[in-house]
């Protein structure tokens, strides 16, 4: 896999700003931070109608080299590749999100596990999630998210 | 596995309040996040007498049919299912944690991986706990783990 | 395994101290955090300038008896079990941090996936980390990793 870095600085100090801003911001995290949880639960779930709603109205799905724009399009490409008897459990880790205003991105690697014949669940996919977020009136929605497999697959 | 959601609202925006509410709610989640953490750790070491003080008195764990009550039928039922040699590593993911005052609930996903005679450590299980932690005088216990495996195992 | 824990009270509660005292320590958490998900996105990402400055100028890393002391030794050791064919992804779950002032601590778990040359990733290590970190002028950085891998490895 190439390298896939956010580019951003260390981002390991501690925060600036005053008292309000700072809650902002971890308030943001934590709302970013339950978004990626909801993805992979949705997901998991084939809950197509409940993934839908994670993404704005002009968001964009990247994957091996497809792009779907719009809720529709993305939850029809991942139906597409989560049929029922492939479904599993997708991980998100490592997560290192930054927060702009009333946009954000995110950092993450992702693994998916699922059981196939065996007796004992399989990793299938590894790989880097680039994401970008933006505040709607009522929470934060994906506004591009780019899946980067590791290795062939 | 049928779809287990949480059936709350989407809960990816930002949070109201007054800051003093924002800062005590972000804590909260913080000190439950970290129970769950515990709860891996002292599982996968065999720590008895540590995992059950995660738990309030009147906790129940129930899995696969069977409801255990009280930390020392916790403890017990989850000591019959990880002897020594059946140990290994459990891991908690995707956790969407929501605090309303003394009580809390949860939905993460979690898997458990071990070394069996192989060379190489397998995944064993995958699945989902749901949650209900509650406010005890010096900090947050479990209320309730239901531990959904998803698949035949 | 041997039993290997912080030591530390139950940790579970929610934070006392004042307004100010409270965020900072949700802010260094979050600092830490952060740093943790970087070490695992730069050892897999082979991005050794990265890795290096992760660390403390007297920083050590501890693993199967060898300890590494300074950013260059630690970013030599890790290179050597690292090696192109040999990466994969770290993951780092069940985090618990603990800060105090200038210094903070944390346990959590690891695993470590990667390909070989079968069809599907492969889980290779499993184990825990115990760190230490340092307040540095510009942000957080490792004073010590130990890494214990759980099982024959």
Redesign the interface.
Known sequence: ?P???TGES??????HGT??E???D???????R?????Y???V????WA?VA??WADDAELALRGETAIGPAAIVKLIASRQTPELR?????????IEVEGDSARA???F?F???EGGP???????GRYLDRFVRAP????FRRREIHF????
């Open positions: 896999m390298a896939i870095r260390l981002g390991v100090a501690s925060r008292w309000s700072r809650m902002h971890l308030d943001d995290e934590r709302a970013i339950r978004l990626m949880a909801r992979c639960h949705t998991d779930d084939g809950a409940e709603v994670l599993g459990l997708h991980v998100i880790a490592n997560a290192i950092v993450s690697d693994f596990m699922r059981r004992d669940p399989l990793v299938k996919f590894i009522d929470g934060w929605r590791r290795g062939s697959s």
